[in-house]
């Protein structure tokens, strides 16, 4: 049973534009036209794809203008894959497996357009080394930025979890925050999702195996957390974490599995912990939010992390509904004082800052809502993928957060 090459193509464009719905109703139909002449159509065959399906999209094609992504305008969605920079058909995975004839003509790296990103510059001194970790859950590399200035004295770490599609060099390029790290001193590490955990290198925060302390991937993040520590003398209390999109969505679930071990939390265009358990389920989250894990009840601040949220409203990959109820799932039922500010980078767009404190003035939630903007890391490069140049510098929005929370309790004890 196959589907043919133009449905295939309009299936994909809309997909592009995030119109999933529309999407999947035209590949339901040329399913259902060509399982007519042999077996029944079941209604609920692409919905069981989904769930066995080990990979989910959250980050749709996009055409690279100026750094920033934007949907493709036009219907030619054949000829739109060679102009598209950095193209993710995650989403179609459904339509692919039923699709041998379309990827071996093309190639999965002539529909992704994969393209290299720009070689990391270092300064003199500084080190950016591919390391390995490995547990029962199995391996994962990852890169980890040094300092020019280090050394050898305790220094904070940040873990940064990149988003599907990207690589840990493209991660560092977009975000640029080896050179945060250069300025203010301190280690970088970038884990890499592998192409056989998730096809397209997507953190699989979807799947309810993903979630937990101790199993699968937040092991291995904080397996690889755990080591650099081991490896390098890390200030007590300053180990961060911090992701985009799928990264954000992973992020979130290391605040929430292990909050002994992250002092603070960033989530850019990420979803809470729990939003979703399987495929279908995330593409509704995506969509029009999930049903996050409620936090369990604390006294105080205690096991509180604290979190800074980043999130476009014009966000058409994952509902900036997210990026609230990442709030209000780290709130719980705390009782937090609230303060907004509203700002706009010079010849860039515009923003709401939200601030929630508690009563000693420590800021423990911040959510920057970016107008105008999509699915992109806010203030990042162009040489990187998923960047809005335009926006606030996400990236040193973020470390100054979580130096603050350090500098708090210094004050506390």
Same mark, same amino acid.
């Not at 996009?62 to 193209?87: E, M, V």
């Not at 936090?295 to 205690?302: E, G, N, V």
């Not at 806010?378 to 979580?402: I, N």
């Not at 350090?406 to 004050?411: E, V």
């Given at each position: 049973?196959?589907?043919?090459?133009?449905?295939?193509?309009?299936?994909?464009?809309l997909?592009?534009?995030g119109?999933?719905?529309?999407?999947?109703?035209?590949?339901?139909? @040329?399913l259902s036209a060509?399982?007519?002449?042999?077996?029944?159509?079941?209604s609920?065959?692409?919905?069981?794809?989904?769930?066995?399906?080990t $990979?989910?999209?959250?980050?749709?094609?996009?055409?690279?203008?100026?750094?920033a992504?934007?949907? =493709?305008?036009?219907?030619?969605?054949?000829?739109?894959?060679g102009d598209?920079?950095?193209?993710?058909?995650k989403?179609?995975?459904?339509?692919?497996?039923?699709?041998?004839?379309?990827?071996?003509?093309?190639?999965?790296?002539?529909l992704?357009g994969r393209?290299?990103p720009?070689a990391?510059? !270092?300064?003199?001194?500084?080190t950016?080394?591919?390391?390995?970790?490995?547990?029962q859950?199995?391996?994962?590399?990852?890169?980890?930025?040094?300092p020019?200035?280090? =050394?050898?004295?305790? !220094?904070p770490?940040?873990?940064?979890?990149?988003?599907?599609?990207q690589?840990?060099?493209?991660f560092a390029?977009?975000?640029?925050?080896?050179?945060?790290?250069?300025?203010q001193?301190?280690?970088?590490?970038?884990p890499?999702?592998?192409?056989?955990?998730?096809?397209?290198?997507c953190?699989?925060w979807f799947?309810a195996?993903?979630q937990?302390?101790?199993h699968?991937?937040p092991?291995?993040?904080?397996?690889?957390?755990?080591?650099?520590i =081991?490896?390098f003398?890390?200030?007590? +209390?300053?180990v961060?974490? @911090?992701?985009?999109?799928a990264?954000g969505?992973?992020?979130?679930?290391?605040?929430a &599995?292990?909050?002994?071990?992250?002092?603070?939390?960033?989530?850019?265009?990420?979803?809470p912990?729990?939003?979703?358990l399987?495929?279908?389920?995330? $593409? @509704?989250?995506?969509?029009?939010?999930g049903?996050?894990?409620?936090?369990?009840?604390?006294?105080?601040?205690?096991d509180?992390?604290p979190?800074?949220?980043?999130?476009?409203?014009?966000?058409?990959?994952?509902?900036?509904i997210n990026g609230?109820?990442?709030?209000?799932?780290?709130?719980?039922?705390?009782?937090l004082?609230?303060?907004? =500010?509203?700002?706009r980078?010079p010849?860039?767009?515009?923003?709401?800052?939200?601030?929630? &404190?508690?009563?000693?003035?420590?800021?423990?939630?911040?959510?920057?809502?970016?107008?105008?903007?999509?699915?992109?890391?806010?203030?990042?490069?162009?040489?990187?993928?998923?960047?809005?140049?335009? +926006?606030?510098?996400?990236?040193?929005?973020?470390v100054? $957060?979580?130096?603050?929370q350090?500098?708090?309790?210094?004050?506390?004890?």
């Amino acid at each position: 049973m196959t589907i043919s090459k133009a449905n295939m193509f309009e299936a994909t464009r809309l997909t592009r534009e995030g119109r999933l719905a529309e999407a999947m109703a035209i590949l339901r139909g @040329a399913l259902s036209a060509a399982a007519e002449s042999a077996n029944p159509y079941d209604s609920n065959l692409l919905e069981a794809d989904a769930r066995r399906s080990t $990979f989910v999209d959250m980050e749709f094609p996009f055409q690279r203008t100026g750094g920033a992504r934007i949907p =493709r305008p036009g219907n030619d969605a054949f000829t739109a894959y060679g102009d598209l920079k950095r193209p993710s058909l995650k989403g179609l995975g459904v339509v692919l497996d039923r699709m041998p004839d379309l990827g071996a003509a093309i190639g999965v790296e002539g529909l992704l357009g994969r393209r290299m990103p720009p070689a990391i510059r !270092l300064p003199p001194g500084a080190t950016f080394d591919k390391c390995s970790f490995a547990n029962q859950a199995g391996s994962r590399t990852y890169k980890l930025y040094v300092p020019s200035k280090y =050394r050898g004295e305790p !220094l904070p770490l940040l873990i940064m979890l990149h988003g599907c599609t990207q690589s840990p060099d493209d991660f560092a390029t977009g975000t640029r925050m080896n050179e945060v790290a250069e300025e203010q001193t301190f280690l970088v590490a970038y884990p890499a999702q592998s192409q056989s955990a998730n096809p397209s290198k997507c953190w699989n925060w979807f799947d309810a195996g993903e979630q937990r302390r101790d199993h699968g991937e937040p092991s291995l993040i904080a397996g690889i957390t755990r080591q650099i520590i =081991r490896d390098f003398p890390i200030e007590t +209390g300053r180990v961060y974490v @911090a992701g985009l999109s799928a990264g954000g969505a992973a992020a979130a679930i290391m605040g929430a &599995t292990y909050p002994d071990l992250y002092a603070a939390i960033g989530v850019h265009s990420g979803l809470p912990c729990g939003a979703a358990l399987d495929m279908p389920s995330a $593409f @509704a989250a995506m969509r029009q939010g999930g049903k996050p894990r409620a936090a369990k009840s604390r006294r105080l601040d205690q096991d509180m992390v604290p979190m800074i949220v980043f999130h476009g409203d014009s966000d058409k990959t994952v509902n900036p509904i997210n990026g609230e109820q990442i709030i209000a799932q780290a709130q719980a039922e705390m009782t937090l004082s609230k303060a907004t =500010r509203r700002g706009r980078v010079p010849g860039g767009i515009a923003y709401t800052c939200t601030i929630q &404190t508690d009563d000693t003035g420590r800021p423990l939630l911040e959510h920057w809502v970016l107008h105008g903007a999509g699915h992109a890391w806010s203030g990042g490069s162009a040489s990187g993928s998923y960047t809005e140049p335009r +926006g606030p510098d996400a990236s040193r929005e973020m470390v100054r $957060f979580f130096l603050q929370q350090s500098a708090h309790r210094g004050l506390d004890q």
